[in-house]
């Protein structure tokens, strides 16, 4: 998988600069492109169909795990995370949670729907801002992968016209990152990425 854009929507006193900043970012990305479809190919290809008709286009969920996986090997929390006590955010919210010297940092791959990556903004921006955590990294689809995913998934399209409100945001420190990702190639003697069967969102 790559990485075509990465939008600071929040950098704000020493950590945006710190060390512990750096490296969560380079472990984040080294995950992502670590991203791959069908896992074990080494390359994301995604199978070319709309998302938008029932039973078409490819899933979500399935497309974070190697990503998931590598960040445990770089030393994050991606099970039974620890408990932040301040602002909106629960642990339930993340995919994954890094403790460094200076605070906690969240991440959290996008498989829901628009209205669930504003809620995960807001839930982010707030618990910054009240010093739960230092930072936090948000993978959404690019607008030309979006197409082939389960239909209305939260993408960086749909998103950017609400930066200049997020970033009126203040706070004394922390960084929030969107991290937009896009498919290697497409092909049609690729799989498609299983939906989930429970109806909602989420594929």
């Excluded at 993978?139 to 399209?157: A, F, Q, W």
């Excluded at 930066?163 to 004394?172: E, G, M, S, V, Y």
Aim: glycine share 12%; aromatic share 8%.
């Amino acid at each position: 998988m790559k990485i075509v854009e990465r939008c600071d929507i929040l950098s704000k006193g020493r950590f945006a600069d710190s060390r512990a900043w750096k490296k969560a970012c380079a472990d984040v990305e080294k995950a992502i492109l670590a991203t791959d479809w069908p896992h074990g190919s080494g390359k994301f290809t995604i199978y070319p169909q709309s998302g938008k008709e029932r039973g078409k286009g490819s899933g979500v969920v399935p497309i974070k795990e190697p990503c998931i996986n590598k960040l445990k090997e770089f030393g994050w929390k991606t099970e039974k995370l620890p408990q932040i006590e301040k602002g909106a955010l629960v642990t339930g919210d993340l995919d994954a949670l890094y403790e460094s010297e200076s605070g906690y940092i969240g991440f959290e791959w996008e498989t829901g729907n628009i209205s669930s990556s504003h809620r995960a903004i807001n839930k982010l921006l707030l618990t910054i801002q009240q010093g739960g955590i230092k930072g936090g990294i948000l993978i959404v689809p690019s607008d030309k992968l979006k197409p082939y995913l389960t239909d209305r998934i939260g993408n960086i399209g749909e998103l950017r016209p609400y930066f200049p409100l997020w970033r009126t945001i203040q706070a004394d420190e922390g960084v929030l990152r969107i991290i937009v990702v896009e498919q290697d190639a497409t092909s049609t003697s690729v799989p498609r990425i299983p939906k989930g069967t429970n109806g909602r969102a989420k594929g």
